[in-house]
């Protein structure tokens, strides 16, 4: 079980907000199970159906994280038109099957959470907001 605070979960909706129509993405720190920072990065890609994170804002995070005693263990990214679920491309593009993957379903007024493992198929998480 993964647990998000709800203000984690808030910036991850603001910076998937404020990227459209583009996918936005970012990476997440995590302590254990629970996640305990939000990078929010440029998607270098610029586009509605991919993401590539800032290698730069990676690198910075990675060492943040590291000076906090956290791991650099998820991304995340929206689905502008709304799917929650990884795509073909998100699949292939997985890091590895203990990579978590937030993506952010962007299509309809509330927006979804959907986490996975993906290694060569993508796997659900449980998870917890609060
Ligand atoms: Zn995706």
């Excluded at 198929?121 to 998870?127: G, I, Y």
Aim: hydrophobic share 40%; with cysteine; aromatic share 6%.
């Amino acid at each position: 079980m993964i647990r998000f605070p709800t203000e984690i979960v808030d910036i991850m909706i603001k910076h998937a907000v404020s990227g459209l129509p583009n996918e936005a993405c970012g990476l997440l720190a995590l302590h254990g199970n629970v996640v305990r920072r939000v990078y929010c990065l440029e998607n270098v890609a610029a586009s509605p159906d991919r993401f590539t994170i800032d290698p730069d804002g990676h690198h910075d995070a990675v060492i943040d994280a590291d000076e906090n005693g956290w791991e650099i263990a998820a991304s995340f990214h929206s689905h502008p038109d709304g799917r929650e679920q990884p795509s073909e491309t998100d699949i292939e593009m997985s890091p590895g099957a203990e990579w978590l993957h937030v993506i952010l379903g962007m299509g309809s007024s509330l927006p979804s959470i959907g986490v996975y493992r993906v290694g060569t198929r993508a796997v659900p998480c449980t998870f917890r907001i609060g």
